[in-house]
């Protein structure tokens, strides 16, 4: 599975972004997919998941409220919507598949994922 993310860029305080991702192969639908971020001199983060179906979603608490994960497997594509962002959102933003039917909420560890992304960057001013 490739993974291509896209949609990061500039945006003030209490703006909005959509980032997608977009992966090939023919097993989408049966991947969770989860996204991360890194801001500058801090580890990787955890930010959403979301079962193969849709069923299931998790997020980290700081984002609760204001991010949305959701998927469309005809598409092969993830998507991270994001609302009200904040400053400290401010990171490099990468999705991440593992080929699994299993519920969101276990699968909040980076060693859960098998495939990894390239980043989109994301910056929001104060």
């Known amino acids: 599975v490739q993974l291509q993310a896209s949609g990061g860029g500039l945006v003030q305080a209490g703006g909005s972004l959509r980032l997608s991702c977009a992966a090939s192969?023919?097993?989408?639908?049966?991947?969770?997919m989860g996204w991360f971020r890194q801001a500058p001199g801090k580890d990787r983060e955890f930010v959403a998941a979301?079962?193969?179906?849709?069923?299931?979603?998790y997020y980290v608490d700081s984002v609760k409220g204001r991010f949305t994960i959701s998927r469309d497997n005809a598409k092969g594509t993830v998507y991270l919507q994001m609302n009200n962002l904040k400053p400290e959102d401010t990171a490099i933003y990468c999705c991440?598949?593992?080929?699994?039917?299993?519920?969101?909420?276990?699968?909040?560890?980076?060693?859960?994922?098998?495939?990894w992304g390239q980043g989109t960057l994301v910056t929001v001013s104060s």
């Open positions: 979301i079962s193969w179906n849709s069923g299931t979603t």
């Open positions: 192969g023919r097993t989408f639908s049966r991947y969770v």
């Open positions: 991440a598949a593992t080929r699994s039917t299993g519920d969101a909420r276990f699968f909040a560890g980076p060693a859960k994922y098998d495939y």
